[in-house]
């Protein structure tokens, strides 16, 4: 079978749709290693979530030749700001939560990132130097990524964590085009469009408006208190993230958190009607 020829580095592939989001990185010279190890990859999209100093010398000086990408990277002041437009979002996280979440290896990782990539921005989050990402930052993924480094030296810095997740993109892109006779075949995906799925995926900032209606709701039928919260929406966060919601769920799960609320006989202030 002829193999497709690899594309130049001027094709737009699914990798322009990925994001690379640094949180909170205190040495500014590692967003230089970052901005390196991604376009060694062919990556360029670089969010950066209120970093100690950026930009700087010591950040052009590690870039070594990426200076356009830390030309083009977005400064924003939080998490929300990089991913709320996503359909896809997925943290890096070396320690076991109270609460499992899925976690998936670097490979599957490249692989539900290309499948998602093709209806939206897709995030890959990487967090503080010393301690990684907060417990509530880590919910807002709908993936953990887990390095399986030496467990008796299992520490990694950001920037090659960074490498090893683009890598692993890189190849799938790869393996695609040359399994393909005309241009990338991509794996089935979960729910995927292209297989008649009639509704694009919910972005971040509605499925977070969802959480919140949730929330708000349980809390007027008594059925959750914000002061013992007991991990409930923690795992109804896991719960509906695992499903994948698209645009036409949301709405009508807003819908039916309204009428309870209407039934409850609260005033709701989160309501949405759900489209035809």
Same mark, same amino acid.
């Given at each position: %079978?002829?193999?497709?020829?690899?594309?130049?580095?001027?094709?737009?592939?699914?990798?322009? &749709?990925?994001?690379?989001?640094?949180?909170?990185?205190?040495?500014?010279?590692?967003?230089? /290693?970052?901005?390196?190890?991604?376009?060694?990859?062919?990556?360029?999209?670089?969010?950066?979530?209120?970093?100690?100093?950026?930009?700087?010398?010591?950040?052009?000086?590690?870039?070594?030749?990426?200076?356009?990408?830390?030309?083009?990277?977005?400064?924003?002041?939080?998490?929300?700001?990089?991913?709320?437009? @996503?359909?896809?979002?997925?943290?890096?996280?070396?320690?076991?939560?109270?609460?499992?979440?899925?976690?998936?290896?670097?490979?599957? /990782?490249?692989?539900?990132?290309?499948?998602?990539?093709?209806?939206?921005?897709?995030? +890959?989050?990487?967090?503080?130097? &010393?301690?990684?990402?907060? &417990?509530?930052?880590?919910?807002? @993924?709908?993936?953990?990524?887990?390095?399986?480094?030496?467990?008796?030296?299992?520490?990694?810095?950001? /920037?090659?964590?960074?490498?090893?997740? @683009?890598?692993? $993109?890189? %190849?799938?892109?790869?393996?695609?085009?040359? *399994?393909?006779?005309?241009?990338? !075949?991509? $794996?089935? %995906?979960?729910?995927?469009?292209?297989?008649?799925?009639?509704?694009?995926?919910?972005?971040?900032?509605?499925? *977070?408006?969802?959480? !919140?209606?949730?929330? *708000?709701? +349980?809390?007027?039928?008594?059925?959750?208190?914000?002061?013992?919260?007991?991990?409930?929406?923690?795992? $109804?966060?896991?719960?509906?993230?695992? /499903?994948?919601?698209?645009? %036409?769920?949301?709405?009508?799960?807003?819908?039916?958190?309204?009428?309870?609320?209407?039934?409850?006989?609260?005033?709701?202030?989160?309501?949405?009607?759900?489209?035809?």
């Amino acid at each position: %079978m002829r193999k497709a020829a690899l594309p130049s580095e001027s094709t737009i592939t699914p990798l322009e &749709n990925v994001r690379i989001v640094l949180v909170e990185t205190s040495h500014s010279g590692n967003i230089g /290693a970052v901005a390196r190890a991604m376009k060694n990859m062919g990556m360029n999209n670089l969010y950066l979530v209120q970093p100690a100093s950026f930009p700087d010398e010591a950040s052009y000086a590690r870039a070594a030749g990426a200076a356009d990408v830390l030309d083009r990277a977005r400064v924003v002041e939080s998490l929300s700001d990089a991913i709320d437009d @996503c359909v896809l979002v997925l943290g890096t996280s070396a320690r076991g939560r109270k609460v499992p979440w899925p976690v998936i290896p670097p490979p599957r /990782a490249a692989e539900e990132t290309f499948h998602h990539a093709v209806q939206g921005p897709v995030a +890959l989050v990487f967090g503080r130097e &010393n301690h990684g990402l907060s &417990n509530d930052e880590l919910q807002r @993924c709908h993936f953990h990524i887990h390095i399986p480094s030496n467990q008796e030296y299992s520490s990694l810095n950001l /920037a090659m964590a960074v490498q090893v997740v @683009c890598y692993e $993109l890189r %190849m799938f892109y790869l393996r695609q085009l040359e *399994e393909g006779e005309s241009g990338p !075949q991509l $794996l089935p %995906m979960t729910r995927p469009s292209d297989q008649g799925w009639d509704q694009p995926l919910a972005q971040v900032a509605d499925v *977070e408006g969802f959480f !919140q209606h949730l929330e *708000e709701v +349980l809390v007027d039928i008594e059925f959750h208190r914000r002061d013992r919260p007991r991990q409930l929406m923690t795992r $109804l966060r896991r719960l509906f993230q695992r /499903a994948q919601l698209d645009q %036409m769920e949301i709405n009508i799960l807003r819908g039916i958190l309204t009428s309870v609320q209407k039934s409850a006989g609260s005033a709701g202030g989160g309501s949405r009607t759900p489209e035809s």
